[in-house]
């Protein structure tokens, strides 16, 4: 039972961090954030070429603060509607959207479940961890997006279309909020899975308020829980027979060899 209590105590906080920046991000969505910075970077001037490294750019920071899972959900679409919005070829955007979610997914603990993972039992704050992972991060960034644009290097030369219309606003910047302080949060505490479940409760809640019609199912369907609490469950076991095979395993393989060199020296030669 120990090591039960001892392997839960090293798996929830992953899962409890991802939940809570999914739920920020939910909210972020609605508000229309990735959409109005989408549609602002779709206008900036410029190629195929400058659209593709501005998106790349945006899909970089949203994986850091935001997960990579959030990044993937939220962003791709919007890639995609940028790139047809200017008459480009979306290859780029949809190979670089999921390739930079996971390039991207080095700067926080938060960023990437595997982070946590294996630097749960080690209490290392989010600041130093950041600090450690900046140049791998720059270079891995830099990286992705030079490989996606030389492998589709024709797509990117062709002169997009210039694009006319209002820009999508922000309805509310609950989101955006939500996603400041969990980013603070990540940065500053050493364990801040329950912090920042706590603000996208309350984010997702007053999203609610203000929408004036809950709606459940969506915020369900975001957290896709099903798949997430097989991870989780498949994370326990794992923790529980590693656990079980390093100590009682290898006291058990000391005794037994102990026992063997006895029975050596006793027995007539």
């Avoid at 939910?26 to 549609?39: P, Q, T, V």
């Avoid at 039992?121 to 270079?139: D, I, L, Q, T």
Wanted: net charge positive; hydrophobic share 55%.
């Amino acid at each position: 039972m120990s090591v039960l209590v001892s392997a839960l105590g090293q798996t929830w906080e992953p899962f409890v961090l991802i939940l809570g920046l999914l739920l920020i991000g939910n909210s972020a969505s609605k508000d229309g954030l990735f959409e109005s910075i989408g549609a602002r970077l779709a206008a900036l001037p410029g190629g195929g070429l400058s659209l593709f490294v501005s998106m790349m750019g945006l899909v970089a920071v949203v994986t850091a603060t935001l997960n990579l899972d959030t990044s993937v959900v939220f962003l791709t679409p919007i890639l995609l509607h940028a790139a047809r919005r200017r008459g480009i070829e979306e290859r780029a955007f949809l190979y670089g959207s999921i390739f930079m979610a996971n390039s991207a997914s080095l700067l926080l603990l938060g960023s990437n479940l595997t982070n946590i993972l294996v630097f749960a039992g080690r209490h290392v704050r989010g600041a130093a961890f950041s600090s450690a992972m900046f140049p791998a991060w720059v270079a891995s960034i830099a990286l992705t997006t030079l490989v996606v644009a030389a492998w589709c290097w024709r797509d990117l030369r062709h002169d997009p279309v210039a694009t006319d219309g209002e820009m999508p606003r922000v309805r509310s910047w609950l989101g955006f909020a939500g996603l400041a302080v969990a980013t603070l949060l990540m940065l500053v505490l050493p364990n801040p899975a329950l912090p920042v479940l706590a603000v996208g409760v309350v984010v997702e809640v007053c999203e609610q308020l203000i929408a004036r019609s809950p709606d459940v199912r969506t915020v369900l369907a975001v957290l896709n829980l099903p798949p997430l609490v097989g991870l989780f469950s498949l994370a326990l076991i794992v923790a529980v027979v590693a656990r079980e095979w390093s100590y009682p395993q290898r006291s058990w393989l000391r005794r037994g060899y102990g026992r063997v060199r006895a029975s050596a020296r006793a027995s007539p030669t």
